[in-house]
C-alpha cells in the first residue's frame, strides 16, 4: 500500500485512499492511509425521507395558500423550509464527520452524535490484537458495505467502523500496516 499512484480521494468520498487530509492530533511523521465514512447507500432513508417532507411541505402550500393572508403564508413557507432543511443539515453533517482514519501508527474513529458531542477513539497499530469485518444481508453485499471492528489488547477501547464500504479492502490495508509494525 505504499504505492502512492493509487490514490483515490474526494471530499464526499466514503473509501478514500492516501488523501491529502490532516486531522488535529496527527503527528509530524504520521501519514493517512485511509479515510472512511459510512456508505453513500446507507444514507438514502434521510436522503428519501428529505424529499418527501418537500413533497409534503409544497402539497401543504397549495392547500392551505387560499385560507391564509400574504403574512402567514410567508411565515408557513420560512418556517417548513426551515425545518426541512436544517433536517438534510444535520444528517449531512452527521455523515461527512462521523469518519474513520487509518494512518501509519494507528486507527482513529471519530464519532459526532450532536453537534456539541464528538467521541474520538484511537488504537495505536501496536496494540491491535483482531481485526474483523461482518456484512450480512443482499443490499450490503451488493453494495459492498459491512461493520469493520479492530479489536485492541489491554484498557484501550475498541474501535468500530459502520457501514463502511469496501470491508475486506480496509482490514487487507490495516493487516498490511500490522505486518510492518
Known amino acids: 500500500m505504499e504505492n502512492k499512484s493509487y490514490q483515490s480521494h474526494h471530499v464526499l468520498h466514503s ?7 490532516r486531522f488535529e492530533s496527527q503527528d509530524n511523521d504520521e501519514k493517512v492511509i485511509l479515510t472512511l465514512r459510512a456508505h453513500p447507500f446507507t444514507q438514502i432513508h434521510w436522503i428519501v425521507k428529505s424529499f418527501l417532507l418537500m413533497i409534503v411541505f409544497i402539497l401543504i402550500n397549495i392547500f392551505v395558500a387560499s385560507f391564509l393572508n400574504l403574512v402567514q403564508l410567508i411565515f408557513l413557507n420560512f418556517f417548513g423550509l426551515v425545518i ?8 449531512f453533517l452527521n455523515w461527512f464527520f462521523n469518519v474513520g482514519i487509518v494512518t501509519t501508527t494507528q486507527i482513529i474513529d471519530i464519532d ?28 450490503e453485499s451488493f453494495f459492498d458495505y459491512g461493520d469493520l471492528f479492530v479489536q485492541t489488547a489491554g484498557a484501550e477501547k475498541n474501535v468500530e467502523f459502520m457501514n463502511i464500504p469496501k470491508p475486506a479492502e480496509a482490514i487487507e490495508v490495516i493487516n498490511t500496516l500490522l505486518g510492518k509494525k
Open 112 to 139: 459526532f452524535s450532536s453537534i456539541l458531542y464528538k467521541e474520538v477513539s484511537a488504537a495505536r497499530l501496536n496494540k491491535v490484537e483482531d481485526v474483523t469485518s461482518k456484512s450480512g444481508g443482499y443490499f
Open 15 to 21: 473509501y478514500c485512499v492516501y488523501p491529502e487530509t
Open 84 to 91: 426541512v432543511l436544517s433536517y438534510v443539515w444535520f444528517n
